[in-house]
Nanobody, 119 residues
């Protein structure tokens, strides 16, 4: 079993920056890809960025060039550096881990952290 705990959310003005962290614990070896998702007010949850165990990254078009996803495998931590924030980036950001347990693919989610961007 893997547990994920996010931190780093808060209130920031448009144009500002925030760095989110996601600390993983438990059966770390079962983690394959990780990612950040977000759900804004009245919206469905959407992909923000993902990163594989080998460091390959993928971004939503809306954040590419502004956000950077990274992972510190030694510290079992996932990061999301968010720059040039816009009001439309306001959302609850959740960390996700794709794990393999006994041959089964299982997605694990953190509890989420709120990011509010004021215009």
């Amino acid at each position: 079993q893997v547990q994920l705990v996010e931190s780093g959310g808060g209130l920031v003005q448009a144009g500002g920056s925030l760095r989110l962290s996601c600390a993983a614990s438990g059966v770390i070896a079962s983690i394959k890809a990780m990612g950040w998702y977000r759900q804004g007010p009245g919206n469905q949850r959407e992909l923000v960025a993902t990163i594989t165990s080998t460091g390959n990254t993928n971004y939503a078009d809306s954040v590419r060039g502004r956000f950077t996803i990274s992972r510190d495998n030694a510290k079992h931590t996932l990061f999301l550096q968010m720059n040039s924030l816009k009001a439309e980036d306001t959302a609850v950001y959740s960390c996700n881990a794709d794990t393999v347990v006994a041959g089964n693919n299982i997605k694990v989610w953190g509890q989420g952290t709120l990011v509010t961007v004021s215009s």
